[in-house]
C-alpha cells in the first residue's frame, strides 16, 4: 500500500518560513492535501490540490509538489500556526486514502 | 453554514458492535461522498471508510474490512457507521467529513470536518 512520510516534528522561530515535506513514491503524479491540527479540535483544511488555498486560509500557507516530495510551506509563521500537520492523497491502487504520519509544528 | 453532528460512540466491551450516526447540514448531503476518519489519542489521522454521494460505492480501510459498514440515508441527510467485533485497537475519535465532491476518487479530499465522537473499546 501506498506510503506517505512526514518529519514527527519541526521547529521555527516566529517571523521565520516552516517548510513541512510530505514524501511517497511518484508523488507529484497524485494530488496532496494538508490538515492543519490543533489540540482538542477536529482538523482543518489548508491547501487542497497540491497548492490550492481554501477561503479564509491565509495567503502565508503555501503548497508544492513534484517528484517523491510534496511540501507544505508557512511564511512569516506565528504562534498560531503551532498544530499538528497531515498531508493526504487517494490511492487509486488500493482504493485507499492515505495519510502521512503527521508533523508537530513547534514555533520556539 | 456546514455542519456535521456525529454521535453514537461510548464505551463498548471487546467483541461488541456500536452504530455512529453524522447529522449532516448546510448542503446538499445527496450530492457529496462521505468518509469517516478515525484518531487513536496521541496518534495521527487514519482513514477508516468511504461512500459516494448516491451510496452505491463503499470503500474500507483494511485493518476494518468485514467488521465495518458504511452506509448514508440520504433522505435524512445522516451518515452511518456499524461497528462489530471491536477491538482495543478500534479506540478513538471518529470523525465524521465531507468530501469535495459526488465521487470517490483521485483528487478527493475533506473540505469539512465534524467535532468527532469518542469511542471506547475495554472490558
Known amino acids: 500500500s501506498y506510503v506517505l512520510t512526514q518529519p514527527p516534528s519541526v521547529s521555527v522561530a516566529p517571523g521565520k518560513t516552516a517548510r513541512i515535506t510530505c514524501g511517497g513514491n511518484?508523488?507529484?503524479?497524485?494530488?496532496v492535501h494538508w490538515y492543519q491540527q490543533k489540540p482538542g479540535q477536529a482538523p482543518v483544511l489548508v491547501i487542497y490540490?497540491?497548492?490550492d488555498r481554501p477561503s479564509g486560509i491565509p495567503e502565508r500557507f503555501s503548497g508544492s509538489n513534484s517528484g517523491n516530495t510534496a511540501t507544505l510551506t508557512i511564511s512569516r509563521v506565528e504562534a498560531g500556526d503551532e498544530a499538528d500537520y497531515y498531508c493526504?492523497?487517494?490511492?487509486?491502487?488500493?482504493?485507499?486514502?492515505?495519510f502521512g504520519g503527521g508533523t508537530k509544528l513547534t514555533v520556539l | 453554514e456546514v455542519q456535521l453532528l456525529e454521535s453514537g460512540g461510548g464505551l463498548v466491551q471487546p467483541g461488541g458492535s456500536l452504530r455512529l450516526s453524522c447529522a449532516a447540514s448546510?448542503?446538499?448531503?445527496?450530492?457529496?461522498?462521505m468518509s469517516w476518519v478515525r484518531q487513536a489519542p496521541g496518534k495521527g489521522l487514519e482513514w477508516v471508510s468511504a461512500?459516494?454521494?448516491?451510496?452505491?460505492?463503499?470503500y474500507y480501510a483494511d485493518s476494518v474490512k468485514g467488521r465495518f459498514t458504511i452506509s448514508r440515508d440520504n433522505s435524512k441527510n445522516t451518515l452511518y457507521l456499524q461497528m462489530n467485533s471491536l477491538r482495543a485497537e478500534d479506540t478513538a475519535v471518529y470523525y465524521c467529513?465531507?468530501?469535495?465532491?459526488?465521487?470517490?476518487?483521485?483528487?478527493?479530499?475533506?473540505?469539512?470536518w465534524g467535532q468527532g465522537t469518542l469511542v471506547t473499546v475495554s472490558s
Open positions: 467529513a465531507k468530501a469535495n465532491g459526488d465521487y470517490v476518487g483521485e483528487g478527493y479530499y475533506f473540505d469539512y
Open positions: 448546510g448542503f446538499t448531503f445527496s450530492s457529496y461522498a
Open positions: 461512500i459516494s454521494g448516491s451510496g452505491g460505492s463503499t
Open positions: 511518484n508523488i507529484g503524479s497524485k494530488s
Open positions: 490540490y497540491d497548492s
Open positions: 493526504q492523497v487517494w490511492d487509486s491502487s488500493s482504493a485507499h486514502v492515505v
